[in-house]
T-cell receptor
Framework: GQNIDQPTEMTATEGAIVQINCTYQTSGFNGLFWYQQHAGEAPTFLSYNVLDGLEEKGRFSSFLSRSKGYSYLLLKELQMKDSASYLCAVRDGGGAGGGNKLTFGTGTQLKVEL | NAGVTQTPKFRVLKTGQSMTLLCAQDMNHEYMYWYRQDPGMGLRLIHYSVGEGTTAKGEVPDGYNVSRLKKQNFLLGLESAAPSQTSVYFC????????????FGQGTRLTVV
């Protein structure tokens, strides 16, 4: 099975940088995902890591260390609209009929303040 | 360009009633998933399908059934609703097993009283 841990909530200031950590223990691994979810809305894809290292995408970056079972999402130049829940998810190894399933953490609620 | 559409968006059921949630995708995706989202629990996989005519159990399948008779549709059924099934239900789809992104529907908020 999968066990994914991330902080429940974080607060940061507009214009600042925030790092949201995620640790995982899995029986199979085929990629780590970050999704953003605004209140009352569907999750939307932010980033994907399958190899160790940093992936940068505009104001958002995601890092992965497979040996440590660790990832983080870095948000720069925070804006008020970044207030949302950030979900860390691990994709299983697939296999026969594996389904490419995503297992989600409970999410980190980020509040951006003035 | 609808993407993933869920119906209904809201529903209130009495304990013991049955209902079906419909998920439709117009992207010709092979893989489809049903999740439920509860406060403090995150998204949990109920059932999934890797193609038309196939279904499989996820993490929390009890009390639910699914069918994938057509590639574009994935139905989630509750035969006898219970208050514990009060939740927000999300459907998602992805093209195939190597595709990175999964697309989510807007969710169905179900309350069982």
């Amino acid at each position: 099975g999968q066990n994914i841990d991330q902080p429940t909530e974080m607060t940061a200031t507009e214009g600042a940088i925030v790092q949201i950590n995620c640790t995982y223990q899995t029986s199979g691994f085929n990629g780590l995902f970050w999704y953003q979810q605004h209140a009352g809305e569907a999750p939307t894809f932010l980033s994907y890591n399958v190899l160790d290292g940093l992936e940068e995408k505009g104001r958002f970056s995601s890092f992965l260390s497979r040996s440590k079972g660790y990832s983080y999402l870095l948000l720069k130049e925070l804006q008020m609209k970044d207030s949302a829940s950030y979900l860390c998810a691990v994709r299983d190894g697939g296999g026969a009929g594996g389904g490419n399933k995503l297992t989600f953490g409970t999410g980190t609620q980020l509040k951006v303040e003035l | 360009n609808a993407g993933v559409t869920q119906t209904p968006k809201f529903r209130v059921l009495k304990t013991g009633q049955s209902m079906t949630l419909l998920c439709a995708q117009d992207m010709n995706h092979e893989y489809m998933y049903w999740y439920r989202q509860d406060p403090g629990m995150g998204l949990r996989l109920i059932h999934y399908s890797v193609g038309e005519g196939t279904t499989a159990k996820g993490e929390v399948p009890d009390g639910y059934n699914v069918s994938r008779l057509k590639k574009q549709n994935f139905l989630l059924g509750l035969e006898s609703a219970a208050p514990s099934q009060t939740s927000v239900y999300f459907c998602a789809s992805s093209r195939d097993r190597v595709t990175i992104e999964a697309f989510f529907g807007q969710g169905t908020r179900l309350t069982v009283v």
